[in-house]
Nanobody
């Protein structure tokens, strides 16, 4: 059974940077996608960025050019480097993995707050 543990959230001023990490325990094999989602109060959870095992990436338009997703397959870890943060980026960020042999799995979430 795969479990995901996120880290790296916190409070940052507008224009600042944060790096989120998500480590997966258990086996992740076969075709799979790891991603970061976020949910702000009163809003639906939305996909922020995703990355396949082969390194193909996808971003929501609002973070293109500011966020970078990457993964270390050897460590079963996915990262989200966030730069030029804005107050509207404030949300709980969730890590996700799904694949042909991996059930849809969520982390517990980490709070990111962008405020002066």
């Amino acid at each position: 059974q795969v479990q995901l543990v996120e880290s790296g959230g916190g409070l940052v001023e507008p224009g600042g940077s944060l790096r989120l990490s998500c480590a997966a325990s258990g086996s992740i094999f076969g075709p799979n996608v790891m991603g970061w989602y976020r949910q702000a109060p009163g809003n639906q959870r939305e996909l922020v960025a995703s990355i396949t095992g082969g390194g193909s990436t996808n971003y929501v338009d609002s973070v293109k050019g500011r966020f970078t997703i990457s993964r270390d397959n050897g460590k079963n870890t996915v990262y989200l480097q966030m730069s030029s943060l804005r107050p509207e980026d404030t949300a709980v960020y969730y890590c996700n993995v799904r694949g042909a042999f991996v059930p849809n799995t969520w982390g517990q979430g980490t709070q990111v707050t962008v405020s002066s």
